[in-house]
T-cell receptor
Framework: TQLLEQSPQFLSIQEGENLTVYCNSSSVFSSLQWYRQEPGEGPVLLVTVVTGGEVKKLKRLTFQFGDARKDSSLHITAAQPGDTGLYLCAGLGEEYGNKLVFGAGTILRVKS | DARVTQTPRDKVTEMGQEVTMRCQPILGHNTVFWYRQTMMQGLELLAYFRNRAPLDDSGMPKDRFSAEMPDATLATLKIQPSEPRDSAVYFC??????????FGPGTRLTVT
């Protein structure tokens, strides 16, 4: 059982569409991070959110941390083929010894 | 553009052989992590170091795995003897803090 549940597992969309991926847990995290991983490479940190309700924007990507700090979402506007990859959320919390706990990820494919 | 480097990038070996994976963390980063990624389990933390001292290796099978940092520029992960179930991509990450991690490109290990 994953401590962080990500949904959907797979998403295939057309260029220009919007999408949202989710990261949910029953545990409270002090912070939550989102990474993108491309084939043959390691994960790359996109953002860290630390305050309940916090919203951060990175160009076409919008990240939100839930008010209770148990969940997060990533919204991509007007997706492009370059957004294709594996999106991982990772939580940091005292319950897990202050080690990053990763979700299983969402595989996103954006078709041109 | 400082990056974490890992060698080898790919390793194919037979069951029972010793495998050594190497990582050069980013200069100045005092925290180093080893992760394993598989389709079934996702990204799992194996061990991490701060200032070259092992802080946590609870995610690592102790009987066959060992992780060391002989100096600040080199981290190693050894498997002896290797087994087919060890086949995975092994990532090294470094960071100035345990909540800010920069991943290397990974070593893809195949044990036949």
């Amino acid at each position: 059982t994953q401590l962080l549940e990500q949904s959907p597992q797979f998403l295939s969309i057309q260029e220009g569409e919007n999408l949202t991926v989710y990261c949910n847990s029953s545990s409270v995290f002090s912070s939550l991070q989102w990474y993108r991983q491309e084939p043959g490479e390691g994960p790359v940190l996109l953002v860290t959110v630390v305050t309940g309700g916090e919203v951060k924007k990175l160009k076409r990507l919008t990240f939100q941390f839930g008010d209770a700090r148990k969940d997060s979402s990533l919204h991509i506007t007007a997706a492009q083929p370059g957004d294709t990859g594996l999106y991982l959320c990772a939580g940091l919390g005292e319950e897990y010894g202050n080690k990053l706990v990763f979700g299983a990820g969402t595989i996103l494919r954006v078709k041109s | 553009d400082a990056r974490v480097t890992q060698t080898p990038r790919d390793k194919v070996t037979e069951m029972g052989q010793e495998v050594t994976m190497r990582c050069q963390p980013i200069l100045g980063h005092n925290t180093v992590f080893w992760y394993r990624q598989t389709m079934m389990q996702g990204l799992e933390l194996l061990a991490y170091f701060r200032n070259r001292a092992p802080l946590d290796d609870s995610g690592m099978p102790k009987d066959r795995f060992s992780a060391e940092m002989p100096d600040a520029t080199l981290a190693t992960l050894k498997i002896q003897p290797s087994e087919p179930r060890d086949s995975a991509v092994y990532f090294c990450a470094s960071g100035p803090h345990f909540y800010e991690q920069y991943f290397g490109p990974g070593t893809r290990l195949t044990v036949t």
